[in-house]
């Protein structure tokens, strides 16, 4: 089964006047730290409140240097619990990340695309192009039970 995993990351920015510039140098900086090998890892703004609720901005500024919390949102393909996924995702971004401390916000069970597409073209009645390609693709490559008898 896949799951979202969203980790919260602690990015450093240095020399910044503004909560605007920090938070466009760290997303820019988490990027370039992370892409070419984890380039479908999505970065965004974390929201930060305070205990009683209050909306905080998402970069702390103290003399021109800013800690910015970030959002890094990815799926994991083919694992059974949440724990395993988080692991996965902590160890995958956490090698990219040096020396950035890095936090599991939460864990969902991944919304299958490909399943809600087929059930909506199957509700119309009409089939997609893309079932009858499959169909034609499955003639075309023989079983692997058949290759065997083949070879024999």
């Known amino acids: 089964m896949d799951r979202r995993v969203v980790v919260e990351a602690a990015v450093p920015v240095y020399d910044v006047e503004s909560p605007d510039e920090a938070v466009r140098i760290a997303i820019s900086k988490t990027g370039e730290m992370l892409n070419p090998d984890l380039n479908y890892v999505e970065i965004d703004m974390a929201e930060r409140t305070t205990p009683s609720g209050e909306e905080l901005p998402p970069a702390f500024i103290a003399a021109d240097e800013a800690l910015v919390a970030l959002e ?13 996924a988080s692991r996965i995702a902590r160890k995958e971004i956490g090698q990219r990340l040096e020396n950035i401390p890095l936090k599991v916000l939460r864990v ?26 499959s169909d034609s693709a499955d003639d075309l490559l023989p079983e692997f039970e058949e290759m065997v008898e083949e070879e024999s």
């Open 108 to 133: 969902e069970e991944a919304a299958e695309e490909d399943d809600e597409e087929s059930a909506a073209a199957g509700d119309d009645g009409e089939s997609s192009e893309t079932d009858a390609d």
């Open 72 to 84: 890094l949102e990815m799926t994991v393909f083919n694992v059974e619990r949440d724990e395993h």
